[in-house]
């Protein structure tokens, strides 16, 4: 990474493609080396055009490594220039097939059809990837659609899908494991071959996409221009981007159903091609799919390299989204022309009046209370659904208690983290989630599952403190440089979450037992919540409540932007310092009862904003009512839902969010659309 | 024929012997203090507690156990709490059991099971070098919990004898060391996990033992299983393939397509037998279907190599 950055400050025109040539020679001599391992060097030639029937290692190096690295070399190709092709017609150095949720929609869909209807995938698993990849980027696009399409709100919107789809995943891993475990191994990108099957199938499958890719380059070139420019010049930008996100889109499907998720390297490839010197977008086109069939050629053989010597498989999607993700942080630096996340979002509601505001936060309250009144007084049993009487509320209280308590604190918690998150930030959103604290201690939890013998509650609770804390020391110190701005926060936080994506398909491909615990662990849940900790998160909860009148001023303030804040007197480093520290807290807290994976806190503080309620007080007092209220009943709804298989609550609250999001996305887009 | 048969009895007269020692159990002549409403929460556990004839009454994810552990017979009186690592709470409750059988992984669980009803930890067997001895061990610790020894000793007396004739029948099949035998090649024991992928079981699995038991000879020296591509099952030559049945479509596709997989050389002589599906992990029942269905392929194969000279 460091020699490509060198490269970019001393551009050197006579040598522009020396990166690729690195990776490409380092690749050839990982094959090299392998290749030596399975054949004498005088049989190659004939291994490689006419191998011997009787020879089993030629016959290996001509249908197993042979057209793996064909097929290594036409996804790397085919990701790289779905990256250039995104990344143009979005304007958005971010955009690829990653952070738009084609993969997760892909991988959720296949998910589905192994469960539902194998019946999909006999005649093969591109039909079921496309339509899943489709919904997904439709839904991004939906989401980002309110925000003008700008290059952050997709990544979010990305994100967004990415947990949505993950929940959904995850549920169906917990629920029909003995069935998906096959899908988790492939699922991280699996290379290996058997014969040119594939590698035809892809070779003709893609050169149509790409050619007419190609063909789209003259007016995909018009982007660089600018949208006012573009249009004047007779350009149908709609037409254009429709049409490359379309190619774009295909080429993704063919790729995971051949391969599965490769992550970055539609990131990687075009950011590298960049560096080393290619601006315009035709040199781009050709070098960014040099570099991915370079780059994924070569993670392969790291790959096949580690599973030689240690005897453990690693998905090669794994080792391109280690190698992709500290590529985020370096294009992060380099980023011109930074979205402006300061900027204030369009306000769909007038605001409240007082009378208003009190009699909406009282409906609050007492839609907790009525929450709260069902999750201890209604369940199901073997006889179906039963109000409790008084006695068997009394009987099962202990039960019942600290999963409500629970609920309501981690609610709290999470709701005014977001809350503050948000408007720190100054983006609707953000969620604690992105800051990568969530992901952090999900780290730490698979550490100790994986790490130590049969651990207990205790141990899971030290490792996930630990996680969270190392990963928000490291935000901390990774965003002191930018006196802790928004953008490189949610930026450092995605980066965190993709290495925790890379740990967590690392240890999902191993293929040990235990990795159901870890689905268990990962999908947040109430199910373990002893009294005890119940109670110690509704202190904090309460603590926390009691902070927010003393952070109201900076709420109010740092929203108006920098220039403004410092006219008023607010120290930005300090204020976001502490607010930061402050979210970072509650996050862990919440992270540290349930686990990971809630969208809780991205979902209540909008709610409440489109509740029509402003000021920094209210709305978070508000949020935290409608976070405990939204948790209590995923809570109870995940015990009964599927009875007797109990739903994490972290998964349900999550189909929840991600259900609110696409209903409000509907119901104002025709809005945004006119106000545009 | 005649040892398929033998065997068949056997296993008959096991299963028999079961049912009538659990209505023994179940008229309540075993002191008041011995556990009498069980839940499991393990299916591997739920196989050891089945054999030693106890019906528990509850146990996690039912339908899917049903499917795995084809060597148990579950009662419909035995109620489904749900998720293995999530069993419902209130329902486990409402079932008022007074032992909870857990395995290691469910450690996070044990404290908030506890407050239902005591709690023992099986299971470690999986992890053993010899999981079927360690499985047997288990099974008569289990016993003496649940005041059945007189059970656990006859079904694992019950077993020996299914597996000594098992081992006999394998010694004794005249195409035996054709394709694998006593004296004959080393076996890859598989599990096809995708077209590309296969779980192949070492010495120290649960298969691995109970090949070794049966006199057959593994084609891997060490480890209990490895998650790899096929290919590496060409690096033994003269190896034969047993894989469990059944086969995902990709799979099947592979086999009839792939012409890497058509030039591995157990293909290429037809030394490859599919093996109705037999639990990983399973204990003394999983290990006794183990054995007969072992036999069953072996005898398959040799009849019908014996037929195919006779046509010769």
């Known amino acids: 990474m460091k020699s490509v950055a060198t490269v970019h400050v001393v551009p050197s025109r006579r040598w522009p493609l020396l990166p690729v040539y690195l990776v490409i020679v380092l690749a050839a001599l990982l094959s090299l080396h392998r290749l030596e391992d399975r054949l004498p060097a005088s049989l190659w030639w004939q291994a490689l055009v006419a191998p011997s029937p009787t020879d089993l ?445 890379a740990v967590s398909t690392i240890a999902v491909a191993s293929d040990d037992p235990r990795v159901i615990v870890l689905y268990n662990l990962l999908a947040g849940s109430t199910y373990n919540v002893s009294a005890g900790a119940a109670g110690v998160v509704a202190v904090v909860a309460l603590a926390a409540l009691g902070a927010v009148p003393f952070c109201r001023r900076w709420l109010e303030i740092l929203p108006l932007g920098a220039a403004v804040s410092r006219g008023l007197g607010v120290n930005i480093s300090v204020a976001r310092f502490a607010l930061l520290l402050l979210s970072a807290l509650l996050t862990a807290a919440a992270t540290l009862v349930i686990g990971p994976l809630s969208f809780i806190g991205l979902m209540a503080p909008h709610m409440t904003r489109m509740l029509g309620i402003r000021r920094a007080a209210p709305l978070l007092f508000v949020s935290a009512a409608l976070g405990a209220a939204l948790m209590v009943a995923s809570d109870w709804l995940g015990r009964w839902v599927l009875f007797p298989q109990e739903m994490p609550a972290g998964v349900m609250a999550t189909l929840l969010g991600g259900l609110y999001l696409i209903v409000t996305m509907f119901k104002r887009n025709p809005r945004d659309a006119s106000g545009s | 024929m005649n040892r398929r048969a033998m065997l068949s009895a056997l296993l008959g007269a096991g299963a028999l012997a079961a049912t009538a020692l659990s209505d023994v159990a179940l008229a309540g002549d075993a002191p008041a203090a011995t556990p009498r409403r069980v839940v499991v929460l393990d299916w591997g556990l739920t196989e050891m507690v089945l054999s030693i004839g106890v019906v528990p009454v509850g146990i996690a994810n039912t339908r899917d156990f049903r499917r795995n552990f084809t060597a148990c017979d579950v009662p419909a009186s035995v109620v489904d709490l749900g998720l293995m690592f999530q069993p419902n709470m209130e329902l486990l409750f409402a079932l008022k059991p007074d032992l909870i059988v857990i395995s290691p992984a469910h450690a996070r669980l044990q404290a908030a099971l506890e407050r239902v009803a005591p709690t023992v930890t099986l299971g470690r067997y999986r992890s053993s070098e010899a999981p079927y001895s360690a499985a047997r061990a288990e099974t008569l610790q289990l016993a003496r919990l649940l005041g059945c020894e007189a059970r656990a000793e006859a079904l694992l007396a019950q077993a020996d004898m299914v597996l000594d004739h098992a081992r006999t029948a394998l010694a004794a099949l005249p195409g035996a060391s054709a394709v694998g035998g006593a004296k004959g090649r080393p076996l890859y024991m598989v599990n096809f996990i995708d077209e590309a992928h296969v779980r192949v079981f070492g010495p120290n699995s649960f298969y691995g033992e109970l090949m070794m038991t049966l006199g057959l000879q593994n084609a891997v020296h060490s480890g209990a299983f490895s998650t790899t591509g096929f290919d590496v099952l060409g690096n033994v030559p003269d190896a034969t393939l047993l894989y469990m049945k059944p086969l995902a479509p990709s799979v099947v596709n592979m086999m009839k397509t792939s012409p890497l997989w058509h030039a591995m050389p157990f293909k290429n002589d037809g030394r490859m037998m599919g093996l109705p599906r037999v639990p990983p992990d399973g204990c003394v029942l999983s290990a006794m279907l183990f054995a007969r269905v072992l036999v069953d392929a072996f005898e398959q194969t040799s009849e019908r190599t014996g037929s195919a000279k006779e046509h010769a």
């Not at chain 1, 560096?275 to 977008?281: C, T």
């Not at chain 1, 022309?337 to 007038?350: E, Y």
């Not at chain 1, 049993?381 to 006695?391: F, I, M, Q, T």
Request: proline letters at 5%; charged letters at 10%; a positive charge.
């Open chain 1, 57 to 501: 290692r030629q016959l290996l190096v001509h249908y197993g490594d042979l057209p793996r690295i064909a097929v290594a070399w036409l996804c790397g190709a085919a990701l790289g220039l779905a990256g250039v092709a995104t990344q143009q017609v979005l304007r958005n150095p971010l955009a690829e097939p990653m952070t738009l949720g084609i993969f997760s929609g892909s991988y959720l869909g296949l998910s589905i059809a192994t469960v539902y209807a194998p019946g999909l995938l006999i005649s093969g698993r591109d039909g079921v990837a496309l339509a899943g990849g489709a919904v997904a980027l439709a839904i991004v696009f939906a989401l980002a659609a309110r925000r003008g399409i700008s290059p952050l709100a997709l990544i979010l919107g990305g994100m967004i899908v990415n947990l949505c789809c993950g929940a959904l995943s995850f549920a169906l891993a917990i629920s029909h494991y003995d069935l998906l475990s096959a899908l988790m191994i492939w699922g991280g990108g699996s290379l290996g071959q058997h014969d040119w099957s594939v590698a035809l199938a892809l070779l003709v499958r893609l050169v149509p996409c790409v050619a007419l890719l190609l063909l789209c380059m003259r007016p995909m070139a018009v982007f660089d221009l600018g949208d006012t420019v573009a249009s004047s010049l007779g350009v149908s930008l709609r037409m254009t981007r429709g049409a490359a996100l379309f190619l774009t889109l295909l080429v993704t499907a063919f790729v995971v159903s051949a391969v599965g998720v490769i992550g970055f390297i539609g990131l990687a490839a075009p950011t590298l091609a960049r560096l080393a010197g290619a601006r315009r977008l035709r040199d781009r086109m050709v070098w960014s799919p040099l570099f991915g069939a370079a780059l994924l050629w070569l993670a392969d053989q790291i790959a096949q390299e580690f599973a030689g010597r240690f005897g453990t498989t690693i998905p090669t999607g794994a080792i391109t989204t280690l190698l992709g993700a500290p590529l985020l942080l370096v294009m992060l630096r380099r980023l011109r022309g930074r979205p402006d996340l300061t900027h204030a979002p369009a306000m769909q509601s007038d605001p409240l009046s007082s009378r208003a505001l009190a009699l909406t936060a009282g409906v609050c309250v007492l839609l907790l209370l009525v929450v709260i009144g069902l999750s201890l007084g209604v369940g199901r049993g073997l006889a179906g659904w039963h109000v409790s009487r008084p006695e068997e509320i009394g009987a099962l209280l202990f039960l019942r208690l600290p999963h409500v308590v629970a609920a309501m604190g981690v609610g709290v918690l999470l709701a005014l983290a977001g809350g503050i998150v948000q408007r720190m930030t100054g983006n609707p959103m953000a969620s604690p989630d992105l800051l990568g604290i969530t992901a952090g201690g999900a780290m730490g939890l698979t550490g100790a599952l994986f790490l130590t013998a049969s651990p207990g509650l205790p141990t899971f609770l030290v490792w996930c403190a630990c996680g969270s804390v190392i990963t928000l020391g490291a935000l901390l110190l990774f965003a002191r440089k930018s006196s802790y701005a928004p953008d490189t926060l949610i930026l450092a936080g995605v980066t965190i979450s993709a290495v925790f994506q």
